[in-house]
């Protein structure tokens, strides 16, 4: 089965530290690899990759993708308390399959 | 802008009652819209999803199952709910994921079968 494999299931940083989560996958052939931040109910969107060395960034945050080495990564510099939350990377896998894998997410938390 | 709404909120069912989960996308027309549960400790798994009214596609055999009366709408039911059955379920909806768009997540249903 298709694998999306999450490290570290949880992290514990304080207020200001930076941190980079991972997301590594066993699969070759996918259209794009999403990140989601959950919080209490809704994952919100905030990247999406498609091609590899090319960085997303948006405030703080920011991820790249590895496709030879078949992972991603989302960085998180100057961590705030409102950071803490999951982070959930997902798959496109198959090209015209609606199905997105998504790993069991990265518990986040941010002391103050 | 587009919005999506799911209900009930929060839910509390004994084992073997129905179940109904409602959503509803705005501010769009013909979406895709998918049914996902996330159950403790798991990631989210993908249960069905539809590509137009009355098109559901099935990912997983489950006590489940899934309409699309219209456009907008897309619910989730059962007909006699199992312990197992319990977990967060996220409706959400998008333009298409396997072309490239991504998906959309609506506030989520906490269901606990008792």
């Known amino acids: 089965e298709d694998k999306v494999v999450q490290s570290p299931l949880s992290l514990v940083v304080h207020e200001g530290d930076t941190v980079t989560l991972n997301c590594s996958y066993e699969v070759t052939n996918f259209r794009s690899l999403l990140w989601y931040k959950q919080e209490k109910k809704a994952p919100t969107f905030l990247f999406m990759l498609?091609?590899?060395?090319i960085e997303k960034k948006s405030g703080r945050l920011s991820s790249i993708l590895d496709k030879k080495e078949l992972f991603s990564i989302l960085n998180i510099t100057a961590t705030q308390t409102g950071d803490s939350a999951i982070y959930l990377c997902?798959?496109?896998?198959?090209?015209?399959?609606?199905?997105?894998?998504f790993g069991t997410g990265t518990r986040l938390t941010i002391i103050p | 802008s587009q919005t999506i709404h799911q209900w009930p909120a929060t839910l509390v069912q004994p084992v073997g009652s129905p179940l109904s989960l409602e959503c509803t996308v705005e501010?769009?027309?013909?979406?895709?819209l998918y049914w996902y549960r996330q159950a403790a400790g798991r990631g989210l798994q993908l249960l069905f999803y539809?590509?137009?009214?009355?098109?559901i596609s099935s990912e997983v055999p489950q006590n489940l199952s899934a309409s699309r009366p219209q456009d907008r709408q897309f619910i989730l039911s059962s007909k006699k709910l199992l312990l197992s059955d319990s977990g967060f379920y996220l409706c959400a909806w998008s333009w298409g994921v396997s072309s490239g768009n991504t998906i959309y997540f609506g506030e989520g249903s906490w269901l606990t079968v008792v």
């Open positions: 501010g769009t027309s013909n979406p895709n």
């Open positions: 997902a798959l496109v896998i198959n090209f015209g399959n609606e199905k997105l894998t």
């Open positions: 539809s590509v137009g009214i009355g098109q």
């Open positions: 498609t091609s590899s060395g």
